[in-house]
């Protein structure tokens, strides 16, 4: 494990202080996704979507929800009432460690080539948020694995569509023109 920040919280909810430790593993998640067919807001509704399925209490094990690109599974302990807005701090915390940068997914296939804009979406693929008091006794616990899935986009899908129909019809170039066309608008 890689511990990577402390937060020191103040919660002014009555008197409490918090420490809040971060740690991650090195290994990472990473996916390529065409820019039409998926976005930073999309994982971000995810993670909020995981967050919902959470109470007060905190977040059952095997607490999993996923989207074309990614799965969150969470589990989490509240080990007391006073938990402040600790989902949000977690939700947060795993939105801004999403880093993307653009990219450029080049495809050939027998019906043609291509060029699509893309995004790659690099995030830990284990997080896990331990606060405690200000004295030391433990406040929450939570752990979050964030995994790619196999899902294809819709440009995905286009792509295979056409690369299919283009082998048994022998399109040429013409598939290729066509599914950038498609993946791009």
Do not use: Q, W
Not at 114 to 130: C, E, K, M
């Amino acid at each position: 494990m890689l511990s990577i920040l402390v937060l020191s919280l103040l919660a002014l909810n009555s008197v409490s202080a918090f420490k809040t430790d971060v740690d991650h593993n090195s290994e990472m998640t990473e996916t390529v996704r065409a820019t039409s067919g998926y976005s930073l807001d999309e994982f971000n509704e995810l993670v909020d979507s995981v967050l919902d399925a959470c109470d007060s209490n905190g977040c059952d094990v095997g607490t999993e929800k996923c989207n074309i690109a990614h799965c969150i599974s969470i589990d989490g302990d509240n080990l007391d009432d006073d938990h402040g807005n600790i989902l949000e701090i977690v939700g947060e915390f795993i939105k801004g460690s999403m880093h993307t940068e653009d990219t450029t997914i080049d495809d050939c296939t027998s019906s043609g080539c291509g060029f699509l804009d893309a995004v790659n979406y690099t995030v830990p693929g284990y997080v896990s948020l331990r606060r405690n008091y200000d004295n030391g006794d433990p406040n929450m616990l939570y752990k979050v694995s964030i995994s790619t899935t196999e899902a294809k986009d819709a440009c995905g899908a286009v792509f295979d569509a056409l690369s299919a129909a283009g082998g048994a019809l022998g399109a040429g170039d013409l598939f290729g023109a066509i599914k950038v066309a498609v993946c791009t608008e």
